[in-house]
């Protein structure tokens, strides 16, 4: 079996024993707590060298998004799960979680449009791991993707 990083399984288990009801509104505080690219690592408008992962000194990387949309809930709780999640995680193990992992964090019931959404935010931060597993970049002082 695919072994998540274990702070985004312990989200996920958490998440998977909640009623519906409960997940969105435990969603819902999670987006509430969403962390903003602070303006050390970058600032609007985001600058294509800023976008670029670059390791922490143990290799690992720190994810930070930005959320544009105001209303954007679930891409917010989903950026402070995968922030949280796998930041300092190692990159295979951050390379193999499955975009579907959105399902069991919101449930099977998201629009066609949503689940794609969060998918390719997923589908980043697997691609920077990746991208830093096979061609390690220079390192930044924050080390941030």
């Not at 294509?48 to 720190?62: C, H, S, Y």
């Not at 597993?133 to 930044?140: C, D, E, L, S």
């Amino acid at each position: 079996m695919l072994q998540l990083p274990e702070r985004l399984e312990r989200w996920l288990a958490t998440l998977e024993t909640l009623e519906r009801s409960d997940r969105m509104q435990m969603l819902i505080d999670v987006a509430g707590r969403f962390p903003h690219v602070p303006p050390r690592i970058a600032q609007r408008p985001y600058p294509k060298e800023r976008r670029v992962p670059g390791p922490k000194a143990d290799g690992t990387l720190t994810y930070y998004f930005a959320v544009e949309n105001p209303q954007g809930i679930s891409a917010m709780a989903l950026a402070a799960l995968l922030g949280d999640g796998l930041s300092g995680a190692p990159l295979e193990e951050v390379a193999a979680v499955p975009a579907d992992v959105i399902y069991r964090i919101f449930g099977r019931e998201l629009s066609m449009g949503k689940s794609l959404g969060l998918m390719g935010m997923v589908n980043m931060v697997r691609a920077a791991a990746r991208q830093q597993r096979q061609a390690p970049i220079r390192q930044t002082k924050e080390g941030g993707v």
